[in-house]
């Protein structure tokens, strides 16, 4: 019992990475019926403003430790960070240490300003054409977007903890009142857990309760008849793709203390997430989101022990396995649309 | 000629000379000179270039006919290679009965996954065919490492228990992969002044199966059978209602493709008896994806010229460090060469990938219908500077 | 017995009525016109006739054998062709590939693998499609892309693929809608040709009366789902339920 | 009409032109007339550095190209010589190899067996590089070492850890410098014994694929022959990057020590998150929990940041070493990049230096006689100590690093302290316990 209950928690909790990264590629889908291959590296470009903002407050200038050398026998420098100078040592200190929940702030002007340039420049373009030509262009800006990181930042992972506040983890099962050690779980994944929770709260509340969401939801629908209305459809699309670049770049900056970002995790995470679209249904924001927890719990699963004692491997293909089993048995996927992305 | 007009007979022709001549083609600069670098004329590319060129072909069939993209192709192109290397293993090392293992394998197993995935279209049975691949990647790299190799690959050894031939040459070495004793790594080299030439075996072997399966392509394209392949890309609806299923066409052209697919693999693995998994990989299924289009997807030649330019990026601009870029530029003063360097050096050598991209994203700006779109502009561009008094009846013709 | 039996066919969406008891009978080498209100069922019950729908209760036979459960290539192959409401072409292709499909589809069958072969080849199946387009005054269009011509030679390119295969039974859903008075007249007169050169059975769905008095030798009125009365153009005309059934909509 | 013969000739033509090219088969000449692929002529000879310049090893890569460019300045008399100083042997004149100026050419392995394996052909088959070298994971140095066996040139192992490069998948014309996961295991053990004790329950998380399997294999069997108890062995798949759902468990299991087989961003992360539950803080049999990660790289450790702090691991070489070799050679790499190098920088370096000392020794660039001239090859000063290139399996036996996570790093280079330099008496395993076939040299041509 205490295992399921365990890997319950983390499947939420990798699912909610799963779901919010799905949700701004379904965004995209849905609205725009763009097959967008360059979203991973929005989530990746989020990771990296977090790793970037740590950097510029990390920017110091060296001063000689008396006393100690270094590796070729120089006399040993250390890093003062310039905050400490501003700041004072401690106050200094914390402004460091909170760096990634600080980057949200940093990270959702440039993530809508990388989406808006990214559609306006180029997607746009791309409405009429042919998905293949769609993939080839994403795809290829992938890559640029990924081989920039590269240069600047280098392939090996960035270490970029959370604040001191929330390292380590607390005894769950205890407090529900089973033996001690056996539900452990890291504070940061709850505040990622709440924090995806917030996100996806946050849009469906706007695409709810505002006339913006209605118009959007309505294209979602029948994009058509709503281009008839008179809107202007295009200026809502570059604000979708602004929203779901903002999307995808705070699930980024989040992700950062869970796994130290490097420039292709954007990548590692592209295929994943559409699978979880497809698995949600094409077109369908909820889809997506359950698909992502589903997955996410389901994955979970499949790495205990004694699952894959009984099905050696199932680890391995437990996603795809399951990708396949729903869309055989739902045509559409979980939730999705008659006729989208079906030609 | 063999049942082609006169355009698809001048095609074949001109694909054909290309690729016989093409140890000639691809090494155009003379040895040690500083542009030898981009000389492509060596056996391990040239052999690339084609046994490639047969697995875009063969998507091409899939994707540019019925228009289902498949992004899993790169798993029937494992199973060629696993097929082919287990024969080397146990029966001989006689490339035929390994090919044709090899296709027979990755047509059967195109046919499961193809009967299944194709009960969904559009971006449904994409992710299905990835799906299967990943699958098989996945267990082809754990799981099953006592069939595949794992990690390092399915690779002959001394101790093979091979059936038909020594486990082993008289030197102690392994044997390799021969058609009736000539052996594919065999090459002859033709010293012409500065300029070398090497003719190797295993590339005239697989430029001579790609000819075939090029001309096979365009037989297809010409058929009946092609036809229905456009025509469910165009409306499957009113196909249904002319009276034809359009399910056995498509699972047809997706068995050949994946047919073609265990071909290429089972080339790879003659030229090179070692089958890795990650031949599977999504990514590797994407380069099939991205050869084609960025060729023009649809066109006969078109997946050929994508193949050829991705693998070309990837063995020659790859291989290109600061040091060789020093060299070129070494005519210019100090700091202007540096400059130079720098603006340059980002692009190529380890930044390869960053070209790739950037080519990507250009060709399918400037050019949606691919490479050969680009050929075509260049042709109307000449033509029309010939004949200005021509009438313009050409340009309404369908690409091809 | 007519060339095509519908037997107390009945079809529910859900809670939704949409089609019941319904009971039709064409006869052969008429044209059999079914009209009726919108949403009074035609289209569905077209869809009950090619296989897209399966009713829930009842028959359908055509030519001696049931139609139920074969999927719309079957039904084809059996002689049934359709002609869709907007015109359902292969827009990729030339106007003459897409005549050589259903020459292909008429003797070959729902599959065949014929990948070796070469289209050029088929002097015979090449010489039907040319004389068939030539029936629709389409030859000098042959070379054209189809998906750039206008509707009305879109419309005729799909009569010509369906007559091309000599069916027993020509389907006609609306087969002039949206289309301009002159494009209806056209259509008319085409259809009016067919009729008299062939031996063919027509059943149309149409809106239309315009259309309907001039062609049809029978007319079956629907509305909400059942047959209201069946009779000839000329009777129907006058008939009083027909009138309340067509005021009852515009109300 | 007219049109159609037009073609016809111009076919005929063509047809012409290509007769006339096969036709001429006299001037053709066969290559390597000197009896082994690629034998120098010039006064140049040219090797090939295989290393990953894209893909997550690219850092790696980097690193291991900087030695190789270093390993070539000292070769050629260039720089200020390195570790050329301190190898025992002095065949070495510091003008080139045999004479001939070292040149060389480079490509990218991306971390596939297959990518790998094209770029050393083109090395072998375009640019004429008698030796490849470097790697960055097992899985492309056996492919490689079985592509260089076939076409006759030597392969000198970089990064590569898996008994399986100088185990089953050995050949002749293949040699690592770096040590394997049974050295890992058997350095590692007693150490561990030393500070955790001897009844210790052991839960091991393994990368799903051949380098996992030995290493946990070797790390299983040289802690239960202590008196260890493995409580579970899962198996992580390549491309995970979310290890929580595999430490999680991890606890109520009953185990008290993480052993994570793990390397490079499967390692990173699974060590981040291993620390993110928790785990160190806790007490479980009234023992302390603690994470063992059997090898370790500086660079990778980089990643995983202040996780590694305390961690045990073992390590081929590490520049804090103190004896003249490695002095020198953090010197030279110092002054020159202003960073120290990486293991792997050292492997390879090392690699290009015994290569091109074999060579001289051999007097010859033939594969056959530099495999003689490295078998059995005992040696010292390249800052592993006396070591020695076995000849039964072409494997290097030196002295093995344990370390542990630095509590108090003085820079971000400086992440690992050396715990214990195992002799290596005590690593040195029977050659034929890993099966496999040496097979014999193929000089090729």
Redesign the interface.
């Known amino acids: 019992m205490?295992?399921i209950i365990?890997?319950i928690?983390?499947?939420l909790?990798?699912g909610s990475?799963y779901a919010l990264i799905a949700l701004g590629l379904t965004l995209i889908f849905g609205t725009l019926g763009v097959?967008n291959f360059a979203h991973g590296a929005l989530f990746m470009i989020g990771a990296f403003c977090a790793v970037t903002l740590s950097r510029l407050f990390n920017l110091s200038h060296e001063v000689e430790?008396p006393g100690?050398t270094?590796?070729?026998g120089n006399p040993?420098k250390?890093d003062v960070p310039y905050l400490h100078d501003i700041f004072g040592e401690a106050t200094g200190s914390a402004i460091i240490d909170w760096s990634v929940p600080l980057a949200i702030l940093f990270a959702i002007p440039i993530m809508i300003a990388v989406g808006v340039i990214m559609e306006r420049g180029?997607i746009k373009?791309f409405y009429k054409?042919p998905?293949?030509?769609q993939?080839?262009?994403t795809?290829?800006?992938?890559?640029?977007l990924?081989?920039?990181i590269?240069?600047y930042y280098?392939?090996?992972?960035?270490?970029?903890?959370a604040p001191d506040a929330f390292?380590?983890?607390f005894d769950f099962g205890a407090m529900i009142g089973f033996a001690e050690?056996?539900?452990?779980?890291?504070y940061?994944?709850l505040v990622y857990f709440c924090f995806a929770a917030v996100i996806i709260g946050a849009v469906f509340a706007f695409l709810q309760f505002t006339t913006f969401g209605m118009v959007v939801r309505a294209g979602m629908a029948d994009r058509e008849t709503v281009g008839l209305l008179g809107i202007n459809i295009d200026k809502r699309f570059t604000i979708m793709f602004g929203l779901a670049a903002a999307v995808a770049g705070l699930a980024g900056v989040m992700y950062v203390?869970?796994?130290?970002p490097?420039y292709?995790?954007g990548?590692?995470?592209l295929?994943l997430s559409?699978?979880v679209v497809?698995?949600g249904g094409?077109g369908s924001l909820p889809g997506a989101v359950a698909a992502g927890f589903l997955l996410g719990v389901l994955?979970?699963f499949a790495?205990?022990?004694e699952v894959?004692d009984l099905i050696?491997?199932i680890?391995?293909?437990i996603?795809?396995?399951v990708?396949?089993i729903i869309?055989?048995t739902r045509?559409?996927?979980l939730m999705g649309r008659k006729g989208v992305?079906?030609? | 000629m063999l049942g082609l007009d006169k355009k698809d007979t001048t095609l074949l022709l001109i694909v054909a000379v290309l690729t016989m001549c093409a140890p000639f083609l691809l090494n155009p600069f003379p040895e040690g000179s500083g542009m030898a670098q981009f000389n492509a004329g060596y056996p391990d590319l040239m052999q690339r270039f084609v046994i490639f060129g047969i697995f875009a072909i063969g998507f091409n069939i899939l994707f540019g006919l019925t228009g289902y993209l498949s992004f899993g192709h790169a798993a029937f192109l494992g199973v060629g290679s696993y097929a082919a290397v287990w024969m080397f293993k146990l029966l001989s090392m006689n490339v035929l009965p390994a090919i044709v293992l090899a296709v027979i394998m990755s047509g059967l197993f195109a046919m499961l996954i193809g009967f299944i995935s194709l009960r969904r279209s559009g971006i449904y049975f994409s992710i299905l065919t990835l799906a299967f691949a990943q699958m098989m990647f996945a267990l082809a790299y754990s799981v099953l490492t006592p069939i595949t190799g794992g990690e390092t690959g399915l690779q002959l050894a001394l101790s093979d228990p091979r059936i038909l031939g020594a486990s082993a040459t008289a030197e102690g070495n392994i044997p390799v992969p021969a058609l009736f004793g000539l052996e594919m790594r065999s090459s002859t080299v033709w010293e012409v002044g500065a300029w070398k030439f090497t003719f190797n075996t295993g590339y005239y072997f697989c430029a001579v199966i790609m000819l075939v399966s090029f001309f096979l392509a365009i037989r297809i394209f010409r058929s009946p059978f092609g036809m229905m392949l456009r025509a469910i890309k165009s409306n499957q609806q009113r196909l249904r209602y002319t009276g034809l299923n359009p399910k056995p066409y498509t699972l047809a052209a997706f068995v050949i493709s994946g047919m073609y697919a265990g071909l290429a693999g089972a080339l790879m693995a003659s030229m090179d008896p070692l089958a890795g998994a990650e031949r599977m990989f999504w990514t590797a299924s994407g380069e099939v994806v991205l050869m084609t289009i960025l060729g023009g997807a649809g066109t006969l030649i078109g997946p050929v010229l994508g193949a050829g330019v991705i693998k070309y990026m990837e063995n020659i601009v790859s291989k290109i460090n600061s040091d060789i870029l020093h060299g070129w530029f070494a005519f210019l003063p100090d700091g202007l060469e540096d400059f130079v360097v720098a603006i340059i050096y980002p692009f190529i050598g380890k930044g390869w990938h960053l070209t790739l991209g950037l080519m990507f994203m250009l060709v399918v700006i400037f050019l949606p219908g691919g490479l050969v779109e680009g050929g075509q502009r260049i042709a109307r561009a000449f033509r029309r500077g010939k004949k200005n008094e021509a009438p313009k009846a050409a340009s309404t013709e369908p690409a091809e | 017995m007519g060339i095509l039996d519908v037997k107390d066919v009945g079809k529910r969406f859900g809670g939704l009525k949409a089609l019941s008891d319904v009971n039709l009978s064409v006869q052969e080498n008429t044209c059999h016109a079914i009209i009726g209100p919108n949403g009074a069922g035609k289209s569905t019950l077209l869809n009950c006739l090619v296989g897209k729908l399966i009713p829930d209760t009842g028959s359908v036979m055509f030519d001696g054998q049931s139609v139920l459960g074969r999927s719309p290539h079957e039904i084809n192959q059996m002689g049934i062709s359709r002609v869709f409401q907007t015109p359902e072409i292969f827009g990729d292709l030339t106007v003459m590939e897409n005549m050589m499909i259903p020459c292909f589809a008429k003797r070959d069958g729902a599959f065949r693998m014929h990948a070796y072969e070469s289209i050029a080849a088929e002097r015979d199946l090449i010489e039907m499609a040319e004389a068939m387009l030539d029936d629709v005054n389409m030859l000098d269009k042959r070379n054209m892309h189809s998906a750039s011509m206008s509707r009305g030679d879109k419309r005729r390119l799909e009569m010509a693929m369906c007559l091309v295969q000599n069916p027993k039974l020509l389907l006609l859903d609306e087969p002039t809608a949206g289309m301009a008075r002159a494009d209806t007249n056209n259509t008319i007169d085409l259809l009016k040709e067919i009729k008299d050169k062939r031996d063919i059975t027509i059943a149309i769905i149409e809106h239309d009366m315009h259309v309907v008095f001039s062609l049809a030798d029978r007319i079956t009125v629907l509305a909400q789902g059942t047959p209201l009365v069946e009779d000839t153009p000329e009777n129907i005309k006058g008939h009083p339920k027909v009138q309340e059934a067509y005021l009852g909509e515009s109300h | 009409m007219s049109k159609t013969t037009l073609t016809r000739r111009g076919v005929l033509k063509t047809g012409a032109v290509a007769g006339a090219g096969l036709a001429l088969p006299t001037y053709l000449s066969a290559a390597g007339h000197e009896g082994f692929t690629n034998a120098p002529t010039g006064s140049t000879v040219t090797l090939g550095f295989n290393v990953p310049q894209s893909g997550p090893y690219a850092d790696e890569g980097a690193d291991e190209l900087r030695a190789y460019e270093l390993a070539v300045e000292h070769l050629n008399g260039e720089g200020d010589g390195g570790m050329m100083n301190t190898f025992s042997s002095k065949a070495l004149q510091g003008n080139g190899i045999l004479g001939k100026k070292v040149e060389y050419v480079t490509g990218d392995t991306q971390t596939k067996s297959d990518a790998a394996r094209a770029s050393a052909k083109s090395m072998i088959e375009k640019d004429g590089a008698v030796m490849i070298t470097g790697g960055s994971s097992s899985g492309v140095a056996v492919a490689v070492q079985a592509l260089c066996q076939e076409a006759g040139v030597i392969f000198m192992a970089g990064l590569t850890h898996s008994n399986d490069t100088t185990g089953k998948d050995k050949k002749a014309n293949g040699f690592r410098h770096f040590f394997n996961s049974y050295m890992s295991g058997a350095a590692l053990a007693p150490i561990l014994a030393a500070n955790y004790g001897n009844d210790r329950k052991a839960y091991h998380l393994t990368a799903d694929y051949n380098w996992g399997y030995t290493t946990e294999e070797a790390v299983k069997t040289s802690t239960e022959a202590l008196g260890w108890e493995t409580v579970a062995a899962v198996r992580t798949p390549l491309t995970q990057t979310d290890f929580s759902s595999y430490i999680a468990p991890v606890l109520q299991s009953g185990a008290d020590v993480l052993v994570l087989n793990h390397y490079g961003g499967n390692m990173v992360n699974s060590l981040t998150n291993a620390v993110q539950f928790g785990l160190r803080d806790k007490l479980v049999n009234g023992k302390n929990f603690e994470i063992i990660v059997p090898l370790y790289s500086r660079l990778m450790a980089r990643g995983a940041g202040e996780n590694v702090k305390g961690i045990f691991g073992s390590t081929n070489w590490h520049w804090s070493l103190q004896d003249e070799g490695t002095k020198a050679f953090v010197k030279s790499f110092g002054t020159k990049y202003g960073f120290p190098p990486s293991q792997a920088a050292h492997t390879c370096y090392v690699q290009a230096l015994l290569y091109a000392d074999a060579v001289e020794r051999a007097g010859s660039f033939n594969p056959c006689a530099v495999v003689e001239a490295l078998e059995g090859f005992e040696f010292d000063g390249m800052g592993n100590g006396p070591t020695l290139y076995r000849a039964e399996d072409h494997q290097c036996f030196k002295d093995v690093l344990v370390v542990k996570g630095k509590e108090n790093p003085t820079s971000e280079f400086d992440l690992l302290e050396i715990v214990e330099v195992t002799p290596a008496a005590q690593v040195t395993y029977d050659a034929s316990i890993f099966g496999g076939e040496l097979g014999t040299c193929n000089p090729g041509a």
Request: glycine share 6%; charged share 20%; aromatic share 10%.
């Open positions: 205490d295992a365990l890997q928690l983390n499947g909790d990798k990475a097959v430790v100690q270094d590796f070729l040993l250390k180029l373009y054409r998905h293949a030509d993939i080839l262009v795809f290829g800006l992938a890559i640029v990924q081989e920039i590269k240069y280098g392939a090996n992972p960035i270490p970029t903890p390292k380590g983890s050690n056996t539900i452990i779980y890291p940061w994944r203390p869970i796994n130290p490097n292709h995790m990548m590692d995470f295929v559409f699978v497809v698995v094409m994955e979970s790495s205990m022990r894959i050696p491997g680890n391995q293909v996603i795809y396995l990708a396949i869309l055989l045509p559409r996927g992305m079906e030609d």
